[in-house]
């Protein structure tokens, strides 16, 4: 088996395992073709910019990704940041390019907790006078 480094990723309520290794070009999300996984128009800009930040080729690389939970803005957040630190794994040398670009930063937002008596995070009942 080839050596592969691995990264992992998360955002919201998804978390990813990506693997890179060398190879011939693939990348496979939940064993489909990463075009056919992430159907949006831009997820597969957002999922390849590291690559492209630190100019590796898609093409002289296999990279193998298992992806859960969330949804789809989650979980292109979350192969994205996987993939950045495969590569820093990769590559140490690059980690100032990948941070100048934000590839290595988790993004820590997620859904705030219902709070009792409100309807929802924030929002109260609608006041009434009498």
Not at 13 to 26: A, E, H, Q, Y
């Amino acid at each position: 088996m080839a050596k592969y480094f691995e990264g992992i990723g998360r955002r919201k309520r998804s978390t990813c395992r990506v693997r890179i290794m060398k190879g011939s070009g693939d990348f496979i999300v939940n064993e489909k073709p990463l075009e056919e996984y992430f159907t949006r128009l831009g997820d597969a800009d957002i999922i390849l910019a590291p690559m492209q930040a630190v100019d590796y080729s898609r093409a002289n690389y296999d990279v193998s990704v298992l992806v859960k939970g969330g949804g789809v803005t989650g979980q292109t957040s979350a192969v994205s940041l996987g993939l950045a630190r495969a590569i820093l794994k990769m590559d140490p040398e690059l980690r100032s390019t990948l941070s100048r670009g934000g590839y290595l930063s988790r993004d820590a937002r997620s859904k705030e907790r219902k709070k009792p008596g409100l309807k929802g995070a924030r929002k109260a009942p609608t006041y009434t006078k009498r």
